[in-house]
């Protein structure tokens, strides 16, 4: 018996069905990559040091009563120290409490440490030190309430932060003064017993670990 021919146009048809039927759309590859289970590198990073921080921030309230907790209390130079920063910075992406020690004649040394918090969640332990140059004298034991304006990633922390000339503001008992590398601020308030009195210029080093060496 002689094979029964197909016509061409038939066989056209069931090879296009075969091709399309092995393909998969490109966006039903995308929702399967969606339901695999597996977190997003954004949700890998956040809250761990050295991650990207989310650019959540605090409210002018919600700093204020965080630096009354640390410090303890609440006073008029504190507000006024924050109603400040909130005016010439904004909102800050997070803050870090610690405590530090100081002393100077004309040359002084400053060490310090504390926890690095941020509104996305998540905390680490930062430490700084440096060197400062200039009318000072005298010597303290403080504890500092730092807020930390557009730090994207906690390890771009990690350097050399000079003072800002001239930002230095006093007010009740409390101080503020602003530091700045490379498009980060920092705006430390300090209260704490003992004197530094003068104007200086210098810088801390933020640091993962503690150092001995303020250079």
């Known amino acids: ?3 029964k021919k197909f016509p061409a146009w038939l066989c056209a048809l069931v090879l296009s069905v075969s091709v399309v ?13 969606e339901r695999s289970g597996e977190p997003a590198a954004a949700d890998v990073a956040q809250g761990q040091p050295g991650g990207e921080i989310p650019q959540e921030t ?3 309230e919600e700093t204020l009563a965080a630096a009354q907790k640390f410090f303890g209390g609440t006073t008029s130079g504190l507000a006024k120290a924050i109603e400040k920063a909130f005016s010439e910075l904004g909102r800050p992406v997070g803050y870090i409490i610690g405590n530090e020690g100081s002393g100077a004649f004309v040359v002084g040394l400053r060490y310090g440490e504390g926890e690095l918090v941020y509104k996305g969640g998540g905390t ?3 430490y700084w030190q440096g060197p400062s140059v200039g009318w000072d004298i005298g010597g303290n034991a403080s504890k500092v309430f730092t807020l930390v304006y557009d730090l994207r990633w906690t390890k771009d922390l990690y350097q050399r932060f000079p003072g800002v000339d001239g930002s230095l503001y006093v007010v009740a008992g409390v101080g503020l003064n602003y530091q700045r590398a490379n498009g980060i601020t920092l705006a430390p308030i300090r209260t704490g017993v003992g004197l530094r009195a003068g104007a200086s210029v210098g810088y801390l080093a933020y640091t993962r670990e503690k150092r001995i060496n303020p250079f």
């Open 1 to 3: 018996m002689t094979p």
């Open 21 to 33: 039927a092995g393909t998969t759309a490109p966006g039903a590859a995308q929702a399967q990559d």
């Open 58 to 60: 605090y409210s002018q």
């Open 124 to 126: 680490t332990k930062v």
